[in-house]
Nanobody, 121 residues
Framework: QVQLVESGGGLVQAGGSLRLSCAAS????????AAWYRQAPGEQRELVAQ???????DYADSVKGRFIISRDNAKNTLYLQMNSLKPEDTAVYYC???????????????WGQGTQVTVSS
């Protein structure tokens, strides 16, 4: 009923930038808390950044000062601006969103399909 479509991944040289997008559609009124995760091959998924309902943000130590999580409430879209990229940032990135449904009910556990980010040295 709720669909998340990710975009913006790709190949970039170390020191470059990318902006990931996660667009929500379907039975959604608004986005509450949201987060970006990443997973490298053979490794567990890790939390990269999160934003609360009130707009407060938190970041993994490895990306602090380089990544910015934000959302556009009018577009029901979550973003991750990634600057000063490093090879160790290479992973598949997934968005995770908690929402208010069109019926006014909080609902959680919505995941994007993942988008590949590859940083060359």
């Amino acid at each position: 009923q709720v669909q998340l479509v990710e975009s913006g991944g790709g190949l970039v040289q170390a020191g470059g930038s990318l902006r990931l997008s996660c667009a929500a559609s379907g039975s959604i009124r608004s986005i509450n808390a949201a987060a970006w995760y990443r997973q490298a091959p053979g490794e567990q998924r890790e939390l990269v950044a999160q934003i609360t309902r009130g707009g407060n943000t938190d970041y993994a130590d490895s990306v602090k000062g380089r990544f910015i999580i934000s959302r556009d409430n009018a577009k029901n879209t979550l973003y991750l601006q990634m600057n000063s990229l490093k090879p160790e940032d290479t992973a598949v990135y997934y968005c995770n969103i908690d929402i208010i449904t069109t019926w006014g009910i909080p609902s959680s556990g919505y995941w994007g399909q993942g988008t590949q980010v590859t940083v060359s040295s």
